[in-house]
């Protein structure tokens, strides 16, 4: 079958959601797919995928953006695609793809993270009322065969904003790479890679991993962190353009010493095999790949119930889940729980991934895909 996957932005190179496309494309094609990308920004081609740029004249970025969700899946079609798989707000796709959950519940849950004013001007700007608007046109166009969430929360955000029949939308979630993210046996090594991360003998080191400290609750976590007398110490790993912000927080605290900021990386594989747990209590955080990937490299993850890789988390592993990660009182006493407890899960954390394979996502992807393709004719 013809193929189209749509994107805003096309980058081999890319992180998130352009791993996911190529990683879908990959599957694809090996199914026997014949598989072309169309994407509003093409910043590199590949050797692999035939890579189509929409053309988008030189509008607004609210009217480029709403130009590229009316043209793309045309353009598609034109070109003889059978099924037109999108991973962008499109309002004609036959599958689309959510990564985000509804864009006005992202918008609302914004108010967790930014000032009233903040979250009010969003709402009120023109790039994201046309996101609303695009994203609501895909989801009623009677084109729309199915939806794929990334999570249980962001299937249910989407039944619930708009009102899909049963069994339209279906969660898959993503694989890990278990050969990439796994625990490091040799102790010489370990050691290594704790020394590059800091550490010192004897002393507990958590990750923090991601891009918009805000969202991810970095500010709430540094709060209910532990004393500097303490021996927990947390490695901040990531990119934010107010990380001085939350490097003098962490200072007017008196934990210089404890909470580090390494910037962002591109090792991040290798320095999760020398941390002993994760903290991610996102404010919103429809899966959190970085979770699973942790937990793969036998790090046990501290996550809220506000992340959607709560779900995956085994029954003894969900003591570290912070229901309201805007408690402080309660951020202090799983943080606690998870200091205590963290070596004794690290086996646990790692079954846990090893269920969630790309091997596994293809077949469900696949069965989606025949199921969507049924429903068109």
Wanted: aromatic share 6%.
């Amino acid at each position: 079958m013809r193929l189209a996957l749509v994107t805003r932005r096309f980058d081999p190179a890319g992180g998130g959601t352009e791993r996911d496309l190529n990683v879908t494309a990959g599957i694809l094609a090996r199914a026997g797919h014949h598989v072309t990308i169309y994407a509003a920004e093409v910043r590199a081609l590949s050797s692999q995928w035939i890579v189509k740029r929409v053309p988008t004249p030189p509008l607004g970025r609210a009217l480029r953006l709403l130009w590229f969700a009316r043209s793309a899946g045309a353009i598609a079609r034109r070109d003889g695609a059978e099924l037109v798989v999108s991973f962008a707000r499109i309002v004609d796709a036959d599958v689309l793809r959510s990564g985000g959950g509804a864009h006005s519940s992202y918008l609302r849950a914004a108010r967790r993270w930014r000032s009233a004013a903040g979250a009010a001007a969003m709402r009120l700007a023109p790039y994201h009322r046309v996101q609303i608007a695009v994203e609501a046109a895909g989801f009623r166009n009677p084109r729309m065969r199915r939806a794929i969430a990334v999570s249980n929360l962001v299937r249910d955000d989407l039944n619930a904003t708009f009102r899909l029949a049963p069994g339209v939308a279906v969660t898959i979630y993503n694989g890990v790479e278990l050969d990439r993210f796994r625990p490091e046996p040799d102790s010489a090594a370990h050691g290594e890679i704790r020394r590059r991360l800091g550490v010192g003998d004897g002393e507990f080191a958590a990750l923090f991993v991601g891009n918009g400290f805000a969202r991810k609750g970095l500010r709430h976590l540094i709060e209910a962190w532990p004393p500097a007398n303490s021996k927990a110490r947390l490695i901040v790993i990531g990119a934010d353009r107010k990380t001085n912000d939350y490097r003098t927080l962490a200072h007017r605290r008196g934990m210089a010493r404890v909470v580090t900021f390494l910037g962002p990386r591109d090792d991040v594989d290798l320095l999760m095999r020398g941390a002993d747990a994760l903290a991610l209590p996102s404010l919103f955080e429809p899966f959190g790949n970085v979770a699973v990937e942790a937990m793969a490299s036998g790090a046990p993850a501290l996550v809220s119930a506000w992340c959607g890789a709560a779900e995956v988390m085994p029954p003894e592993l969900r003591r570290f889940v912070v229901a309201n990660p805007l408690d402080s009182a309660e951020m202090a006493a799983k943080l606690a729980d998870l200091i205590e407890q963290a070596s004794l899960m690290r086996a646990a954390a790692r079954a846990a991934a090893e269920a969630y394979t790309w091997k596994r996502h293809g077949r469900e992807l696949l069965a989606l895909i025949d199921e969507a393709a049924a429903l068109r004719r």
